[in-house]
Each structure stands twice: as C-alpha cells, then as structure tokens.
Nanobody
C-alpha cells in the first residue's frame, strides 16, 4: 500500500482543516488506518485510528471531540477532520496503514505516507 497525505497548511487557533490520505493498492480496504503527528523535537505520536469498515474509531485524549477520522473505501481515501485547532496541534501529520487493523501503536503500521505540515498560529 502506498499513501499520499495532503491538506495541511497554516490556520489560526480555533480554525479547521481537513487532511486527506489517498491510498493505492487493491487490498487497501482490508487495512486499518491511522493518523500520527510529530511536532518539532518530539516523538511521533498517535492521533486517531479507524477500522477496515469505518465502523470503529479511537482517538488520543487530546483530540477527542475536536478531530474526526473517517474513510471512503470506494475512493481509497482516509480523512482527518480537525476542528477547534490549538497551537499545540502544530506538527507534521502522517497517515499509516496496518494489516493488523486498528492500533494506536506505531510499530503495528506497515506503510506510511510522506507527511503534511499543519501549523496553528495563536
């Protein structure tokens, strides 16, 4: 599976962005998908994950109620809708695919996109 993330940019605090991750590969719909982020000088951290069908999602506590992960298997795309953005959300965001299904563990993911930068100004 190859992944291409897009949709990052500069936004003011309180604003919204929607990230997209386009996937290639015939078996993509069998993968669980996740979003991770990496702020400058910090480790890459888990943000959200979604199962193969899109019926189950899980978020890190800091984004619950603000971010929504979704997927459209017909379009081979997973999304991350980010609302009420905070300066601490500033990071490079990565999408990833896991044959194991949903996971919040970085090591469970087999394929990674190149990352898209989100900058939230105060």
């Amino acid at each position: 599976v190859q992944l291409q993330a897009s949709g990052g940019g500069l936004v003011q605090a309180g604003g919204s962005l929607r990230l997209s991750c386009a996937a290639s590969g015939r078996t993509w719909s069998t993968y669980g998908m996740g979003w991770f982020r990496q702020a400058p000088g910090k480790e890459r951290e888990f943000v959200a994950t979604i199962n193969r069908s899109g019926s189950y999602t899980y978020y890190t506590n800091s984004v619950k109620g603000r971010f929504t992960i979704s997927r459209d298997n017909a379009k081979n795309t997973v999304y991350l809708q980010m609302n009420s953005l905070l300066p601490e959300d500033t990071a490079v965001y990565f999408c990833a695919a896991s044959r194991r299904g949903v996971s919040n563990q970085r090591d469970d993911y087999d394929s990674w996109g190149q990352g898209t930068l989100v900058t939230v100004s105060s």
